[in-house]
């Protein structure tokens, strides 16, 4: 059964810091793609940052290229957002998702607020 559990959102200040990360079971974790995805309320689910495990390529959105960085640590089956320079309208649900045999999943999420 494929898991994801994200951990480390909070509340932090404009130009602040936080490491969001996701652990993950179930799935060949090293042979996956991995992306983060956040959410507002009232709006869609949005790309944020993606990771091709198995290749190591990444990508991002333009609103966060150069603030944010995505890695992992393939023994712990984790993976990790590193958010800096954080903004007021990156506060959001960050979800950590996957595709497994044609099927996405999804994490519960876990909420960020910028906020002064």
């Known amino acids: 059964q494929v898991q994801l559990v994200e951990s480390g959102g909070g509340l932090v200040q404009p130009g602040g810091s936080l490491r969001l990360s996701c652990v993950a079971s179930g799935f060949t974790f090293s042979m996956s793609t991995m992306n983060w995805y956040r959410q507002t309320p009232g709006k869609e689910r949005a790309l944020v940052a993606s990771l091709a495990i198995y290749s190591g390529a990444t990508n991002f959105a333009d609103s966060v290229k150069g603030r944010f960085t995505i890695f992992k640590n393939n023994a712990e089956k984790t993976l990790y957002l590193q958010m800096d320079s954080l903004k007021p309208e990156d506060t959001a649900v960050y979800y950590c998702?996957?595709?497994?045999?044609?099927?996405?999943?999804w994490g519960k999420g876990t909420l960020v607020t910028v906020s002064s």
């Open positions: 998702n996957t595709k497994v045999n044609g099927r996405m999943h």
